[in-house]
């Protein structure tokens, strides 16, 4: 089985940071994309950013600028920076990575969600 446990939300003033992170965990033979997306009441969720396995990395409009993504492969886990936070960014942040477990395929894997509230 695989898990993805995320942390590192919290509640924080407009125009805070904080440092998600998302380690992957289980029976692991090889992680492909690892991303973030976020999903706020009533809304769709949406892609926040994501990265590849060589680290290239792409954004959504409303936060580039402002996060960066990045990870560690050794420790199988992605990291989201946020700052200039908004009241707009305030939602449920969801790890989500590509993963090959004993199949000869990759699989979509999600985490339960960590909560961002940005006050104003």
């Known amino acids: 089985q695989v898990q993805l446990v995320e942390s590192g939300g919290d509640l924080v003033q407009t125009g805070g940071s904080l440092r998600l992170s998302c380690v992957a965990a289980?029976?692991?033979?090889?992680?492909?994309?690892m991303g973030w997306y976020r999903q706020a009441p009533g809304k769709q969720r949406e892609m926040v950013a994501r990265?590849?396995?060589?680290?290239?990395?792409r954004y959504s409009d409303s936060v580039k600028g402002r996060f960066t993504i990045s990870r560690d492969n050794a420790k199988n886990t992605v990291y989201l920076q946020m700052s200039s936070l908004k009241p707009d960014d305030t939602a449920v942040y969801l790890c989500?990575?590509?993963?090959?477990?004993?199949?000869?395929?990759?699989?979509?894997?999600w985490g339960q969600g960590t909560q961002v509230t940005v006050s104003s």
């Open positions: 989500n990575a590509e993963i090959r477990s004993a199949d000869p395929f990759f699989k979509s894997y």
């Open positions: 289980g029976n692991i033979f090889e992680i492909n994309d």
């Open positions: 990265i590849t396995r060589g680290g290239i990395s």
